[in-house]
């Protein structure tokens, strides 16, 4: 018997494994196509360090000189030179030594680590031998990277310009056109301009002279205007020249200062709505059709078919909002005397009037009414002179 039921407990054993088999096989199934459905997400960050600024010029041919005398007196009370307010022409020829290539020169540097730093001026001369242990920044100048009297590297701007209209500029007005001298005409000018003064911002337009050799370039952001006057001084185009480029004079064209105003004032605008929230922002511009809804509905105050107007809506909203208690309820009768003007039949007969002012009384002021309307008053006309001038005879 026990070898008997040994003998079944092995065929039912063997009967099972296939069965047990194909569960297992099928549990496997489902969770591998549960894993091709819901595959796990994962977010992989890619940080790509920035690469440090490199030395422009070698360390060691770097000379300690004194500056160069710029001017004809030297003022010891500001300890620098005074009354060259004009380069000499001579001077002016001579090539730039070095020039910025922005590719391969930017990068950070310690001013990275202070906010509001200032741009390093030998950096866009191509001059620098530091590197990323420069003080200032190695890069070109954004839309924020904007001071007030100074410029992007630091320098104090002046009530005026100069009288050959070089050097930093003036805090009187926000010039963003380059002048640039001495251009060697060729047919494709424009377009050879556009792309050297291009390396240093975004140029919104360009105009060359070909009659005088001369261009004017219009930079979109007066950052980028004042590091390529640095940049492109004393440089060359395509061919051997040697560019003056100085601050543009005023356009006199009317529709040039309509143009610079209109820009003025959405730069205004484009900084006021970055300082409101967007949903603020959208209501005043009427771009929300919930919020002028809501805007029509309460500012009729509890009237059917009445809107406030725009300054009556927004002080009584002050108001309310100035209450602890929140928005009091509106009484549309109280409302209403406020917003129309009172019927004949509500206004009501003053005791002044019915007795009299002072000592007369209300018969007496009607008598006196109708006597100095019945008597006729005579024209006189009353010659007056021009007293102070003398101009009688005249």
């Not at 001059?127 to 242990?133: A, D, F, I, S, V």
């Not at 019927?343 to 006196?368: D, H, K, N, Y």
């Amino acid at each position: 018997m026990t070898e008997i039921a040994s003998a079944l407990d092995v065929a039912l054993t063997e009967h099972s494994a296939p069965e047990l088999s194909l569960t297992h096989n099928a549990e496997n199934l489902d969770a591998e196509i549960t894993n091709e459905v819901n595959p796990k997400k994962t977010k992989k960050i890619i940080r790509r360090k920035r690469r440090p600024a490199r030395p422009q010029v070698d360390p060691s041919t770097v000379k300690s000189e004194p500056p160069p005398q710029t001017g004809t007196i030297f003022n010891i009370w500001f300890n620098k030179w005074s009354g060259g307010d004009r380069e000499d022409k001579y001077l002016s020829q001579t090539h730039a030594v070095g020039r910025c290539n922005v590719a391969l020169d930017s990068g950070y540097t310690r001013a990275d680590r202070t906010p509001g730093s200032y741009f390093c001026l030998f950096f866009a001369r191509g001059l620098c031998p530091k590197g990323h242990e420069c003080e200032y920044l190695h890069r070109l100048p954004g839309i924020h990277d904007h001071f007030t009297n100074i410029d992007v590297f630091g320098r104090d701007k002046h009530s005026d310009y100069r009288d050959d209209m070089g050097g930093v500029g003036s805090f009187m007005r926000q010039n963003r056109t380059l002048y640039v001298g001495r251009i060697h005409v060729t047919d494709d000018i424009e377009e050879i301009v556009a792309r050297h003064f291009a390396e240093w911002g975004d140029v919104e337009r360009t105009r060359v002279l070909t009659g005088r050799g001369v261009g004017f370039v219009t930079y979109a952001n007066e950052s980028n205007a004042q590091f390529a006057k640095e940049a492109m001084a004393h440089q060359s185009l395509d061919h051997e020249e040697i560019l003056n480029v100085r601050w543009a004079t005023m356009d006199p064209n009317p529709q040039a200062q309509k143009r610079e105003a209109h820009r003025i004032e959405e730069q205004a605008a484009e900084a006021v709505r970055r300082a409101l929230p967007d949903d603020f922002v959208r209501e005043l511009e009427g771009h929300d059709p919930e919020a002028k809804k809501r805007k029509k509905i309460e500012s009729g105050f509890g009237l059917t078919g009445y809107e406030a107007p725009d300054d009556i809506y927004y002080a009584q909203t002050k108001a309310f909002e100035k209450q602890p208690s929140g928005f009091p309820a509106l009484d549309p009768a109280h409302d209403r005397k406020l917003i129309e003007p009172p019927s004949p039949s509500q206004v009501e007969t003053s005791p002044e009037r019915t007795t009299g002012i002072g000592i007369l009384s209300t018969s007496t002021l009607t008598a006196l009414k109708g006597y100095s309307a019945g008597v006729e008053r005579p024209n006189i006309v009353v010659e007056r002179s021009l007293v102070g001038y003398g101009s009688d005879s005249d």
